[in-house]
């Protein structure tokens, strides 16, 4: 059974650009969410896509954007960088809609310069 | 709102002592609690979940509604328990999960 995968594990942007994450579910799960963590907190939920539709959002302005692919696979986008995103960005994967049991990848760090 | 505060940044214990981690919640509505953690290189990953009333690895945790309180408990620490934990909670049939900023748990030997 493969776990939940997530590409890049780092990555250095500057203020301004944009940048693509992205993640494969655990198998068998049709449901991702992503997290944010910044260093020294717990995660903070970003949106949960399930079944290829957005299906929840936290507290994050729009150009937080996302994905989610009839293979379950997911893309975290982010535009217009700011130095606050530079943090821990993971995916969680789940059979099913509901937040239950997080099956979570190592994570990609993002720093933005 | 849903909030989860763990107050203690890092708890010390040796080994063979009890640990109590603490965990408290704000919610008006009825709660998912759930304890996370994650050992050194590893993913974060489930310890273990008030509903299923299961003890993992020793520890238990008990939901307590009045105190809205989700302590996580074992009686005797050991070494290979040092972990980042981390409590979160979830609204009832909820698609998302609250995470407090959690307890780093050192067990002395």
């Known amino acids: 059974e493969t776990g939940v995968t997530q590409s890049p594990t780092h990555l250095i942007k500057t203020r301004g650009q944009q940048v693509t994450l992205r993640c494969s579910s655990q198998?068998?799960?049709?449901?991702v969410s992503w997290y944010q963590q910044a260093l020294g907190q717990g995660p903070q939920f970003i949106f949960q896509?399930?079944?290829?539709?957005?299906?929840g959002r936290g507290n994050f302005p729009p150009r937080f954007s996302g994905l989610q692919f009839p293979n379950y696979s997911s893309e975290l986008n982010v535009n217009a960088l700011e130095l606050d995103d530079s943090a821990l960005y993971l995916c969680?994967?789940?059979?099913?809609?509901?937040?239950?049991?997080?099956?979570f990848g190592e994570g990609s760090r993002l720093t933005v310069l | 709102a849903q909030r989860v505060t763990q107050p203690e940044k890092l708890l010390s214990v040796f080994k063979g002592a009890p640990v109590e981690l603490k965990c408290n919640y704000s919610?008006?509505?009825?709660?998912?609690l759930f304890w996370y953690v994650q050992y050194s290189r590893q993913r974060l990953q489930l310890l273990l979940r008030h509903i299923s009333r299961e003890s993992i690895k020793g520890f238990t945790a008990d939901l307590n509604k009045g105190e809205t309180s989700f302590h996580l408990k074992k009686p005797f620490a050991q070494e290979e328990d040092s972990a980042m934990y981390y409590c979160?909670?979830?609204?009832?049939?909820?698609?998302?999960?609250?995470f407090g900023a959690g307890t780093i748990l050192r067990v002395k030997s």
């Open positions: 919610y008006s509505g009825s709660p998912e």
């Open positions: 979160a909670l979830s609204a009832l049939y909820g698609n998302k999960l609250v």
């Open positions: 969680a994967s789940t059979p099913g809609g509901l937040a239950g049991e997080l099956f």
């Open positions: 198998s068998g799960h049709n449901t």
């Open positions: 896509y399930y079944r290829e539709e957005e299906n």
